[in-house]
């Protein structure tokens, strides 16, 4: 059964407590070596700059917000809770340049394909209901033999490396044209963390993608299917993973329930392919 897209970054946090001691010493290490890198960022960030952009963001809602300018929420002040988040989407911006594209890309590669091997989850073609209520499934090896030899294994690397690259840059830009909206009390931080986590959206399950070697076409039409569901998980993952210190490790366990929706979402599949198998060994018969 499929949950509710908003209940797989909690379970990600589940299943991280329940099972790390068995996803291995390189994972641990990882997520070790991912927090280091997380503290000596963001300490230094928060000790540095933290003074003064407070001090900015005071002067700019005593003059442009001034019935803001009091409201207190736990009993600390709006602008305090503006150059938190400011200061949060800053350290977020730094860690992902440090560690770079690459390296978490790596680590969480293998945390996702673990997750699915653990629940015996074995991803298959693409299945899917037409308007006329046909089953249809993608024959994988009839796509790579349309496309040729272009679309053989180095191929299809290079083409994940260049995408991978490409929409990298495109969220860090992303990320520096919003980061000015953590200035506007309340409604800043909430319309960076949509913008950021909507964009993010189609990125979700792009290792099951190519796990089910889907085509572009095919990506787009399931992503369209299922957009309210990819944005909620996105949004949600985005703004867990801006949480200081502790963001990193909300990267991982993001990881992990997109793992374990794709495994829900593949056990739905499952079902259409055995049904389909079912239709055509009746009608040989």
Same mark, same amino acid.
Request: aromatic residues 10%; hydrophobic residues 40%.
């Given at each position: 059964?499929?949950?509710?897209?908003?209940?797989?970054?909690?379970?990600?946090?589940?299943?991280?407590?329940?099972?790390? =001691?068995?996803?291995?010493?390189?994972?641990?290490?990882?997520?070790?070596?991912?927090?280091?890198?997380?503290?000596?960022?963001?300490?230094?960030?928060?000790?540095?700059?933290?003074?003064?952009?407070?001090?900015? #963001?005071?002067?700019?809602?005593?003059?442009?917000?001034?019935?803001?300018?009091?409201?207190? #929420?736990?009993? #600390?002040?709006?602008?305090?809770?503006?150059?938190?988040?400011?200061?949060?989407?800053?350290?977020?911006?730094?860690?992902?340049?440090?560690?770079?594209?690459?390296?978490?890309?790596?680590?969480?590669?293998?945390?996702?394909?673990?997750?699915?091997?653990?629940?015996?989850?074995?991803?298959?073609?693409?299945?899917?209901?037409? *308007?006329?209520?046909?089953?249809?499934?993608? *024959?994988?090896?009839?796509?790579?033999?349309?496309?040729? =030899? =272009?679309?053989?294994?180095?191929?299809?690397?290079?083409?994940?490396?260049?995408?991978?690259?490409?929409?990298?840059?495109?969220?860090?830009?992303?990320?520096?044209?919003?980061?000015?909206?953590?200035?506007?009390?309340?409604?800043?931080?909430?319309?960076?963390?949509?913008?950021?986590?909507?964009?993010?959206?189609?990125?979700?399950?792009?290792?099951?993608?190519?796990?089910?070697?889907?085509?572009?076409?095919?990506?787009?039409?399931?992503?369209?299917?299922?957009?309210?569901?990819?944005?909620?998980?996105?949004?949600?993952?985005?703004? !867990?993973?801006?949480?200081?210190?502790?963001?990193? !490790?909300?990267?991982?366990?993001?990881? #992990?329930?997109?793992?374990?929706?794709?495994? *829900?979402?593949?056990?739905?599949?499952?079902?259409?392919? =055995?049904?389909?198998?079912?239709?055509?060994?009746?009608?040989?018969?």
């Amino acid at each position: 059964m499929v949950l509710p897209a908003p209940a797989y970054p909690v379970m990600g946090v589940i299943y991280l407590a329940r099972n790390i =001691s068995l996803l291995g010493p390189q994972f641990i290490r990882s997520l070790c070596w991912a927090l280091g890198v997380a503290v000596s960022t963001i300490t230094p960030l928060v000790a540095l700059t933290f003074k003064y952009q407070n001090r900015l #963001i005071t002067n700019v809602m005593d003059s442009a917000f001034p019935k803001l300018a009091g409201i207190k #929420i736990l009993g #600390i002040g709006i602008q305090t809770w503006s150059t938190m988040f400011l200061t949060m989407g800053e350290s977020s911006l730094l860690v992902a340049i440090i560690m770079g594209e690459v390296f978490k890309k790596e680590k969480t590669k293998g945390l996702f394909q673990s997750v699915l091997t653990k629940d015996n989850v074995q991803v298959g073609p693409l299945a899917r209901i037409t *308007d006329n209520g046909v089953i249809k499934v993608s *024959d994988t090896k009839e796509a790579r033999s349309h496309h040729g =030899s =272009s679309s053989g294994p180095h191929h299809k690397a290079v083409e994940r490396v260049a995408a991978s690259t490409s929409h990298f840059g495109q969220r860090m830009g992303l990320w520096l044209v919003t980061l000015p909206l953590n200035f506007v009390p309340i409604a800043g931080p909430m319309a960076f963390c949509y913008i950021n986590g909507k964009a993010r959206s189609q990125y979700v399950h792009r290792r099951y993608f190519d796990m089910k070697e889907m085509t572009q076409p095919e990506r787009d039409e399931w992503i369209k299917t299922r957009k309210s569901e990819y944005t909620t998980f996105s949004v949600i993952a985005q703004g !867990l993973e801006l949480l200081p210190l502790v963001g990193i !490790l909300f990267g991982f366990t993001n990881t #992990i329930g997109a793992a374990l929706w794709a495994a *829900d979402l593949e056990r739905q599949q499952y079902e259409l392919r =055995s049904r389909k198998n079912h239709e055509e060994a009746s009608s040989r018969t």
